[in-house]
C-alpha cells in the first residue's frame, strides 16, 4: 500500500530562516503530489501540487517543492519563514488505483516560527 | 474559503448515539470525500462518493456510512459512537475523479464524543 512519510514531527525556527520540510513517499508509479497547509483552527488549504512537467514547482505564500523521482520526495521549501507561517504542514500523494483516485496523506510536521 | 462548506462546526454528543455530518460541495464539484483527522491516526480518507455513486473506500468503520444526494451535497453517519470516534471531520470536493485532479477541503466538524 502507498505511505507517505515526513521526516519531522515539530520544526521551530526563528523568523528569516530558512525551512526545508521533508517528504518521501513509497509508491513506485505515476503519482500527483500535493502540500496542504492547516493554520491553527483551520482547515486544509493547498499550498502547491505537481502533476508533470516542471520538476520545481511554486506555490502560494513564497512556498516552493521540488519532485526528484529518483529519490521518491517532494520536500517543500520556503528561503524565508514569517511567523505567520506557523502551522501544519501536510504531504500527499495521489494515484488512481482501481478505477478510483485516493489521496494518501503524511502524519504532518509542525512548524513554530518564533518571532 | 475554498467553497466547500460543513455543518455543524461542532458536535458533542454522548456513546452510543448517532450522528450525521453534512457536506456541500464547491458549486460544480461531482466528487465529494470523506476524512478523519485524530491526533493519533492523523488525516485518513473514508469515503468518496461521485455523482451519487460511491467511488472508493478507505479506512472507514462499519458503524460509519455516507451518501450523496441528487443536489450533490453529502452527508456521513456516524452511529454506535465510541469515546476514540472523537475526532475533526472533513468534507473535500473536486471536479470528479481524473488522475490529475485537486481535492479542496471544507472546514470540518469537530465531533466530540463523551
Known amino acids: 500500500a502507498q505511505s507517505v512519510s515526513q521526516h519531522n514531527h515539530h520544526v521551530i525556527l526563528s523568523e528569516a530562516a530558512s525551512l526545508e520540510l521533508g517528504c518521501n513517499y513509497s509508491?513506485?508509479?505515476?503519482?500527483?503530489l500535493f502540500w496542504y497547509v492547516q493554520y491553527p483552527g483551520q482547515h486544509l488549504q493547498l499550498l502547491l501540487k505537481?502533476?508533470?512537467?516542471?520538476?520545481l514547482v511554486k506555490g502560494i505564500k513564497g512556498f516552493e517543492a521540488e519532485f526528484i523521482k529518483s529519490k521518491f520526495s517532494f520536500n517543500l521549501r520556503k528561503p524565508s519563514v514569517q511567523w505567520s507561517d506557523t502551522a501544519e504542514y501536510f504531504c500527499?500523494?495521489?494515484?488512481?488505483?482501481?478505477?478510483?483516485?485516493?489521496?494518501?496523506f503524511g502524519k504532518g510536521t509542525k512548524l513554530s516560527v518564533i518571532p | 474559503d475554498s467553497g466547500v462548506t460543513q455543518t455543524p462546526k461542532h458536535l458533542i454528543t454522548a456513546t452510543g448515539q448517532r450522528v450525521t455530518l453534512r457536506c456541500s460541495p464547491r458549486?460544480?464539484?461531482?466528487?465529494v470525500y470523506w476524512y478523519q483527522q485524530s491526533l493519533d491516526q492523523g488525516l485518513q480518507f473514508l469515503i468518496q462518493?461521485?455523482?451519487?455513486?460511491?467511488?472508493a473506500k478507505g479506512n472507514i468503520l462499519e458503524r460509519f456510512s455516507a451518501q450523496q444526494f441528487p443536489d450533490l451535497h453529502s452527508e456521513l453517519n456516524l452511529s454506535s459512537l465510541e469515546l476514540g470516534d472523537s475526532a475533526l471531520y472533513f468534507c473535500?470536493?473536486?471536479?470528479?475523479?481524473?488522475?490529475?485532479?485537486?481535492?479542496?477541503f471544507g472546514p470540518g466538524t469537530r465531533l466530540t464524543v463523551l
Open positions: 473535500a470536493s473536486s471536479v470528479e475523479t481524473p488522475y490529475t485532479d485537486t481535492q479542496y
Open positions: 509508491y513506485g508509479g505515476t503519482v500527483n
Open positions: 505537481y502533476f508533470s512537467g516542471d520538476p
Open positions: 500527499a500523494v495521489g494515484l488512481e488505483e482501481a478505477g478510483s483516485y485516493q489521496l494518501t
Open positions: 458549486s460544480g464539484d461531482l466528487s
Open positions: 462518493y461521485y455523482n451519487g455513486e460511491e467511488r
